[in-house]
């Protein structure tokens, strides 16, 4: 195969970006070359991304892949319209033995060229930003800015800080080294030896329904640019956004002279349960997933020849003791709760508030006070459909909704969910954040199981935890995050010694803390090349997006040494 795409034009055309990668998580600057702003792609952009998707609705998605035995799809957008997409449905005895065929040329090309091929994959991904956006957009229910900005640009910053990361763990041990120990009078002992990064064989990708971009690239990426064969497979309601990933993938491997199967795309039949059957193949190595608890824990027990990398799920917590701005932190809190209807595994569930309330810029303020204003904030934030839409986009899928309708009924109902009707998708099922109130007095010992919010309740549901005192918050936060893992902590005061004691925790029990945030920067926000998402130090998570721990046992070193 003759290479369109050699490695000196990649190098002309991309060096410079994985300079400035690597420069940007030595430093953790803020940084990105992946635009937010839809108007950043070109004046045809906007119409061209949506043309492109429209294209891709009801057609058969082409891949090339060996093994191809049938075809499959069944995506429903949360906003109504069936896309109609089907994907190659592949023998996986014959598409893993296809998809090593192609490691030894990927390794031998060494970590400088794999980075920049990912990068060519991630620079067509990124001007494609429009019609990825749609795809994310119609297959998790997220507004079309937020898929354009968080399933788009974001996730594009997410997978160049794994190729940054796979290449700097890569070149930490020099490529060849010389070696000469002396003896005295006589000759010293001299060796010639050389160290190899070597991939530990197929990557298995288990894409999430929420955020099939922002969740899988890192994965993908990490395993990729370390060498490793990467097999996507999609969520069934989310597969489109991950198979566009797939091709451009592919392409860019033809195009520089590499199998294109080092990535290939694994889609379900309906109830075939495929993750499973995958997850215990052999010449599966590496696992990358998001999504339930239940199926995280069974991969690490199950898939025991396997490299598995887990975000489940967590209970984020907020402890609110006293603020300088309280409008600032109504605002805040209102808006970290309904973005994205609360379907983030970042979203604030439990704001943990004294019963005797809170010291405020405003007056001191009683529990029942801080609950009705929070729900104030929400519902004036909300209260026009049209900008309410925007914000909460759609729930993803109908198990969110009874999980919503099922919560109202587990207290004191502080803000009721309301239907919103979508201006430009009647049928999309869009709703406001539940408030639900909630006592925080129970003991250490009673069944968590009898405690509401002492389980995730994913989807736009919020518990108003009245505590006894600030520390009992303290210490409902420890347990909280120690028994059920958190992504994300927050807390609002305006005493050292209670932001020591919010610290101390969170530094002991490995969770990711904001303090009092008021303006812009939210809590279920974070940013790639600065924030580390998740810690893999609680139940929550066993790996962080993304450190030199996500990708550095993505391949082994393997020395040769020779005498001189």
């Known amino acids: 195969m003759t290479a369109q795409l050699s490695v000196q034009k990649l190098a002309e055309t991309r060096r410079a970006t994985l300079d400035e990668a690597l420069d940007a998580i030595r430093t953790r600057a803020y940084w990105s070359p992946h635009p937010e702003h839809p108007k950043a792609y070109g004046e045809t952009g906007p119409a061209d991304g949506l043309a492109a998707f429209e294209a891709l609705r009801g057609s058969r998605f082409e891949l090339g892949q060996p093994g191809t035995d049938g075809w499959t799809g069944a995506e429903t957008s949360p906003y109504g319209p069936a896309l109609g997409v089907e994907y190659p449905h592949s023998d996986v005895d014959e598409l893993l033995p296809a998809m090593r065929a192609g490691m030894r040329a990927w390794r031998e090309a060494g970590p400088e060229t794999r980075a920049l091929v990912c990068l060519e994959i991630l620079a067509r991904i990124s001007a494609r930003t429009h019609e990825f956006a749609h795809a994310v957009m119609h297959t998790s229910g997220q507004a079309f800015v937020m898929a354009l900005q968080a399933g788009g640009a974001n996730a594009q910053d997410r997978g160049l800080e794994a190729v940054a990361y796979a290449y700097a763990e890569q070149t930490r041990t020099p490529a060849a080294?010389?070696?000469?120990?002396?003896?005295?009078?006589?000759?010293?002992?001299?060796m010639r030896k050389t160290f190899t990064a070597v991939p530990r064989g197929i990557a298995l990708l288990v894409g999430c329904?929420?955020?099939?971009?922002?969740?899988?690239?890192?994965?993908?990426?990490?395993?990729?640019?370390?060498?490793?064969?990467?097999l996507v497979k999609p969520h069934p309601r989310a597969v489109l956004p991950l198979a566009m990933t797939v091709r451009v993938a592919r392409e860019v491997l033809a195009e520089a002279g590499f199998d294109a199967n080092l990535v290939a795309l694994a889609v379900d039949r309906p109830g075939e349960g495929l993750a499973k059957v995958l997850a215990l193949r052999p010449e599966v190595r590496i696992i990358d997933y998001t999504g339930s608890t239940a199926f995280g824990d069974w991969l690490e027990e199950h898939a025991r020849q396997a490299q598995v990398y887990t975000e489940k799920a967590g209970?984020?917590?907020?402890?609110?003791?006293?603020?300088?701005?309280?409008?600032?932190?109504?605002?805040?809190?209102?808006?970290?709760?309904?973005?994205?209807?609360?379907?983030m595994c970042t979203t604030p569930q439990n704001l943990l508030i004294p019963r005797d309330g809170i010291g405020t810029d405003a007056g001191h303020k009683t529990y029942d006070e801080v609950v009705a204003d929070i729900a104030g904030a929400v519902d004036k934030l909300l209260g026009d459909d049209a900008r309410a839409s925007a914000l909460l986009g759609a729930l993803v899928n109908p198990d969110v909704?009874?999980?919503?309708?099922?919560?109202?009924?587990?207290?004191?109902?502080?803000?009721?969910?309301?239907?919103?009707?979508?201006?430009e998708f009647p049928d999309a099922v869009v709703r406001t954040p539940l408030i639900v109130k909630a006592d925080g007095s129970h003991k250490d010992g009673q069944d968590t199981g009898e405690v509401p919010y002492l389980a995730e309740c994913f989807g736009p549901v919020s518990f108003a935890v009245a505590v006894d005192s600030t520390g009992d918050a303290?210490?409902?936060?420890?347990?909280?995050?120690?028994?059920?893992?958190?992504?994300?902590?927050?807390?609002?005061?305006?005493?050292a010694d209670v932001e020591a004691a919010v610290e101390d925790v969170c530094l002991e029990e490995s969770a990711q803390l904001s303090l009092n945030l008021t303006g812009g920067v939210y809590v279920n926000q974070t940013a790639a090349f600065s924030d580390f998402h998740g810690s893999g130090g609680n139940p929550a998570a066993n790996a962080a997006l993304c450190d030199a721990a996500f990708v550095a046992n993505r391949f082994r070193t393997v020395e040769v040494r020779r005498p001189v």
Do not use: C, I
Request: net charge neutral.
């Open 177 to 190: 080294a010389p070696w000469s120990k002396p003896q005295g009078k006589r000759d010293p002992l001299e």
């Open 209 to 230: 329904n929420t955020f099939p971009t922002w969740n899988g690239y890192p994965g993908l990426f990490a395993s990729l640019a370390t060498g490793n064969p990467v």
């Open 315 to 343: 209970v984020n917590t907020v402890v609110v003791d006293s603020t300088d701005d309280y409008r600032g932190m109504l605002g805040n809190l209102a808006f970290s709760l309904s973005l994205y209807s609360g379907q």
């Open 401 to 423: 909704k009874a999980r919503l309708e099922a919560a109202a009924e587990l207290g004191e109902v502080a803000l009721a969910s309301r239907e919103v009707v979508h201006p």
């Open 474 to 495: 303290v210490e409902l936060l420890r347990r909280t995050v120690r028994e059920k893992g958190a992504m994300t902590v927050g807390a609002y005061t305006t005493s």
